[in-house]
Nanobody, 115 residues
Framework: QVQLVESGGGLVQPGGSLRLSCAASGFTFRSYAMSWYRQAPGKERELVAAIPPTGTSTKYADSVKGRFTISRDNAKNTVYLQMSSLKPEDTAVYYC????????WGQGTQVTVSS
C-alpha cells in the first residue's frame, strides 16, 4: 500500500532553516509528481511546492519563492523541502502528497516558527 512518511519538522526561530523529508513506499516513486502542502490553524490547505517525476520544472507558491526549494531523490524514494529564511507565517502542518489520478497524503509534520 502507498505510504508517505514526513519528518524534519520542529520549532525554529524566525530566519532559521529546516529540511523536511518525505519517504515514499508502495508505488513506483519515479513515475509520479510529488507535492508539499501546508495547513495553518483556521486556514485551508495550500500548495507550497511541486516537482515532476524527473525533478525539472518545479513550481512554488508566491509566498515561498526564493526561500523554499523542493527536490527529490528517486534512488531513495524521497522528496525534500528545504526551507530557509523562515517566517512566523510559515507555521503550519506540512503534508507530502503523491499527485496523480488518485492522490495520497502523508500524516503531516508540524513546523513552528517562533522566537
Amino acid at each position: 500500500q502507498v505510504q508517505l512518511v514526513e519528518s524534519g519538522g520542529g520549532l525554529v526561530q524566525p530566519g532559521g532553516s529546516l529540511r523536511l523529508s518525505c519517504a515514499a513506499s508502495g508505488f513506483t516513486f519515479r513515475s509520479y509528481a510529488m507535492s508539499w502542502y501546508r495547513q495553518a490553524p483556521g486556514k485551508e490547505r495550500e500548495l507550497v511546492a511541486a516537482i515532476p517525476p524527473t525533478g525539472t520544472s518545479t513550481k512554488y507558491a508566491d509566498s515561498v519563492k526564493g526561500r523554499f526549494t523542493i527536490s527529490r531523490d528517486n534512488a531513495k524514494n524521497t522528496v525534500y523541502l528545504q526551507m530557509s529564511s523562515l517566517k512566523p507565517e510559515d507555521t503550519a502542518v506540512y503534508y507530502c502528497r503523491r499527485d496523480g489520478h488518485v492522490a495520497y497524503w502523508g500524516q503531516g509534520t508540524q513546523v513552528t516558527v517562533s522566537s
